[in-house]
Structure formats: C-alpha cells, structure tokens
C-alpha cells in the first residue's frame, strides 16, 4: 500500500478506525493544538489525556466555543514545563497512551523527559525526525528526514535514521519503500562525504530487508522525483521518479527542502519524532492546525 495524500489517509482512518488512539498533549494551551485535538476528539480518531494548568486550559476551550466536550476530556491538572513534560512521559511509560504531542511547552524540555535513561521511552539508539509531505507535483507522499533533529549525522547515525523511517512506512502498511539518499548528483565524489555516505548506505541496505526496501544513492533530487528527468539523463533506477523516502545530508538541507516545499511547491505536511515507544508529535510554533492534524492522523496510521 502507498499513502497518496492527507485525505486518503483520512478516508482509510474513518474506515479502519474502532479504537480511538489516546493522545497525550503536554500544555495544550494553544488554539491550533486544541483545535486540531477536537476535531480528531469529535471524529472518533482519538482520545485526548491534556497535561497542563486546567485552569488555563479550560478558560481556552470556552473560548473556542467547546464548554460541551470539557466534562469529556481527561485534564490533568499540573504547572511548570518540567513537571509537565514528565507527567506526559510517565503516562505514556505506564501504558496508558498510544501518541505523545507537544503543545505549547518547550521542545528541549519534553525530549529531556523523552530520553531521560531511568524513567523516559526512548527505544531506538537514535531519535529523528520525519517530515511527511504532500506536494501538487508528486503523486503520493514523501517522507522528508531528517531536517528537524540531527545536525551532521555520520554515517552510523544515517543508518538508524533509515531504520526509524523504515520501521514507521511498515507500519503504516507499505510493502516496499524506495528510499533515496540526496546528493548534488548521482555519481559518487569521493571529496564530499554526502556522497561518500550515500554509496555505502546504499551497499549496507541492499544486504537486508531486499524484498522490503531498495536504496538509492547518491542520487540528485530530481533523479528521484522524475522518471522523465532520469530518462533524459539515461539514468537507470527503479527509485528514480517512484521515491517514497529523502535522506538528508544535514537538518539544513532538510530544513531548506522541506520548507520550500511547502512555501514555494504549496505542499502540506505532517512531522513526527520516531524512535520512542510511541511516536512523538513535535510541530512548531508556526505551525497551523491543518498540520498538526496531519501528523495526528499519520500517528493514528501507525
């Protein structure tokens, strides 16, 4: 199965789901995260558990008009960024969620509790983040990582990144992923690591998981997203015009790749952290509610 769009998934999740996934928001005091909670709450997609001041986040509720669904809703009540972000992890540690959300709480704060070794739910060696975006010119969505987390990953880091990414387009019920690793161009310069890492990436994947992934590199972006650009090029790669996944050389690249996108290409997007015992909602402040619906909906998929 590949994921074609945002509605898609919409109309697979209205179909497929019968148990409501229990969302764990730390400080759910911002419109666009509250909003984006209720309209998911109202659908049946999820259950929402609200970490924060009740107060504050009550007062928020009425004003968007939703006094009705306030009794409904698990809040509890807890003050300061620090305790709030460890009342989160420690639900989900007891089992007692299935998506951690940031709300309006600082992201050092909530990963610090995320990753703490005696009582966090850190599970892969590495977390990273993966844009999912969906873009007029593509015919399904790519999977964008990671522009969010890591700086320089090294080569090691690289390959838990593809594993973290991996692991999340299975579950999401792809048989095959095609994976590209990003490069100015498709042969390999042995003066620029990119490219370097991007060849032994590709020899490392083609070793494991055959049937269930091919891997491509180094490889230009429109290599990897035009089939006509690589017939013009005699450029031969079943990845070529057909990538579901982008590996990044650095979050800067991927931060730039990413927001034009949706700045310049009029995509939408999604975005988690993976590597945890559940996967983590981390959008900006700039996000909009649509956004964070996205990802609360590919979270759902999972």
């Not at 898609?8 to 999740?13: A, I, P, R, T």
């Not at 179909?15 to 969302?23: A, L, Q």
């Not at 993966?130 to 320089?152: C, Q, R, S, W």
């Not at 890492?197 to 994947?205: C, G, H, M, P, T």
């Amino acid at each position: 199965m590949v994921i074609e769009s945002f509605d898609s998934l919409k109309k697979q999740l209205s179909r497929t789901t019968h148990n409501p996934k229990r969302v764990v928001v730390a400080n759910a005091t911002d419109e666009h995260t509250l909003s984006a909670i209720m309209t998911l709450y109202k659908s049946k997609t999820i259950i929402p558990i609200i970490i924060g001041e009740k107060e504050v986040i009550v007062s928020q509720l009425k004003k968007m008009n939703e006094s009705s669904s306030i009794e409904q809703i698990e809040i509890i009540d807890i003050k300061g960024d620090t305790k709030i972000a460890e009342k989160a992890v420690s639900v989900i540690r007891d089992g007692l969620g299935d998506i951690l959300m940031k709300g309006h709480i600082q992201t050092r704060d909530l990963l610090k509790a995320v990753v703490n070794k005696e009582t966090g739910i850190r599970e892969a060696n590495v977390l990273s983040h993966v844009a999912i975006n969906e873009i007029p010119y593509y015919h399904k969505l790519l999977f964008l990582t990671d522009g969010g987390m890591l700086l320089t990953p090294d080569i090691e880091t690289k390959k838990e990144i593809l594993m973290n990414v991996l692991l999340l387009t299975k579950k999401l019920g792809y048989t095959h992923t095609n994976v590209a690793i990003l490069d100015a161009s498709e042969t390999v310069n042995p003066k620029l690591q990119a490219s370097i890492d991007a060849a032994e990436l590709k020899d490392y994947f083609s070793k494991i998981n055959s049937d269930e992934v091919t891997v491509e590199g180094p490889i230009s972006l429109d290599l990897s997203l035009s089939q006509e650009i690589a017939v013009a090029k005699n450029y031969n790669s079943s990845v070529a015009g057909k990538a579901d996944v982008l590996l990044v050389p650095d979050i800067v690249s991927g931060n730039l790749l990413g927001k034009s996108m949706v700045t310049f290409g009029q995509g939408k997007m999604a975005g988690l952290v993976l590597g945890a015992q559940v996967p983590i909602i981390i959008t900006s402040r700039g996000s909009t509610t649509e956004e964070k619906i996205n990802s609360l909906m590919i979270a759902c998929a999972m």
